[in-house]
């Protein structure tokens, strides 16, 4: 254990640096603002607001749910030690990489065609969890539910951009990121309160692959980006 989270200091640390070095030498001049920056009444976009936040909560409920329990379910369903260990990693070096290639993703689809592909295969990984339980099938499955809510993460963060003009981005990515906070409590404890009551993932995983359903749904009425950046520009005159 010592050895590992000496292991993870190191790699932050490292990481840290590098980072702060990229950012010395980008030559990127950051001025402070003038002014508070407030929406008008036509840039708010409320429909939109709580749309695109629910699509984000549901698949964050789930990925966070599998993000921070991946172990547990794995052994629930059989798995041996190792497997859980190194399918744990896979499942998080999935999300990572999904949540770069959902923002690229953008660029090629529509944004409810990427949201509500992201969510169906979410969904399918917790319809094979369920119709077919096993050790193999929960790596697989959960990675599935994983790179569904890591697309969602690089979605969400692209479309803040398109639903709204660049100097509302933080303020608005800030509102919709409470529902990430919220799906950090919501699901996770959930699971982990049903399986003390039932000494499995079983209704866990039913309740994320219905939260993925409707997420499907919520998703598609989502606006595509062409006519969001009109309304943008209609409601900037």
Known sequence: MRATLG?????LAVTGAIAAWLIAHSGVTLAAAAGTIAPDEAERRPAVFWR??????L????????????????????????LAVYGTTFIAGAIAVARVGGGWTVDWLTIPAVAAGAHAVALSGNVALTLWPGPGVSVVALALVGLGYGVISGVTAA???????????GRMASRINMAWCAAAIVLPITAGYLFDLTGGYGPAILIA????A???????GLPRQRAAQAETELAQG
């Open 209 to 212: 692959a219905g939260g993925n």
């Open 159 to 169: 479309a803040v951009a398109v639903y709204w003009r660049r100097a509302l981005y």
């Open 52 to 57: 695109l936040s629910i699509v984000f909560f």
């Open 7 to 11: 292991g993870f200091a190191l790699v």
């Open 59 to 82: 698949a964050a409920s789930a990925g966070l749910m599998v993000l921070s329990q991946a172990a547990g379910i794995i052994t629930a369903y059989g798995g041996a030690s190792a």
């Open 214 to 220: 409707l997420g499907i749904l919520v998703a598609l």
